[in-house]
């Protein structure tokens, strides 16, 4: 059976049906539409204002390419200026592989890049030093615990040397879900009570922070890369089998297939989010060896960094840490 025509155009062959609303699109209608969307999500949650320098977390995975390419063909449209930053975590047998394609995308886009190593900046750690150290701890899935805490605060240093006013991630909305159900399944407060909004303002000196894809579906981030032929890196990283988030997306597949709307119902739960006042966690401070935003008198890159420094790097993470 031939497909439907497209129902935007009219005037081609559909090529998919949306997965959330099922409208059947061409491939061309389909990238327009998606563009549209994250236009709207910008403009509506007024997350890049005109003349701001946007410093594109760049990994050479599906999300950031995506945003990347999208972004790009917004620019006139929103007046923005781009550059790409890249972060070497260090993982052998991993990182080389897609940091070569986001010089390829680079290249090709003819955006400037930069890539900041964990190795530079935190005092000679590789993510697969970071591993060989809590291997013995018997925390050896807290890999993802360090390298989320460290990558965010290599990202916030990249984006400053190129003189970025915000920073965008290519979160998509099946990450958001994760996230929120994996800081209900660890009691995580203060997470959830940081993890709704499209991003974070910028407090206490951070860069604004914002998720231009947070509403937009794994799925159709996956068909978006493929009609435009987007080229990316699509191996797992090597530490990603150990990681908790695992979980938390096989429990949200399986709430998507019995409730095809559970990806943005939890998105969207975060965002209305209310915790009591006795559950809500302190106002942040100031680091004492940084100066970025703390809750203890050490942020969490400085503490898992001083005990990793200090050979006992299980005292840095989860709710048992102590004496910072
Ligand atoms: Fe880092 Fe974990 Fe992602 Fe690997 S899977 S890059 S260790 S956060």
Known sequence: MPAPPCASCHASRAALRRPRSGQALCGACFCAAFEAEVLHTVLAGRLLPPGAVVAVGASGGKDSTVLAHVLRALTPRLGISLQLVAVDEGIGGYRDAALAAVRRQAARWELPLTVVAYEDLFGGWTMDAVARSTAGSGRSRSCCTFCGVLRRRALEEGARRVGATHIVTGHNADDMAETVLMNFLRGDAGRLARGGGLGSPGEGGA????????????KEVVLYAHFRRLD?????????????????????????????????????????????PAARPPRPGACSRCGALASRALCQACALLDGLNRGRPRLAIGKGRRGW
């Open 232 to 276: 990316y890196f699509s191996e797992e990283c090597v530490y990603a089998p150990e990681a908790f988030r695992g979980h938390a997306r096989d429990l949200l597949k399986r709430l998507e297939a019995a409730r095809p709307s559970a990806v943005l119902d939890l998105v969207h739960s975060a965002e209305r989010l209310a915790l009591a």
């Open 207 to 218: 860069l604004p922070r914002c998720r231009p894809l947070q509403f937009a579906s794994q």
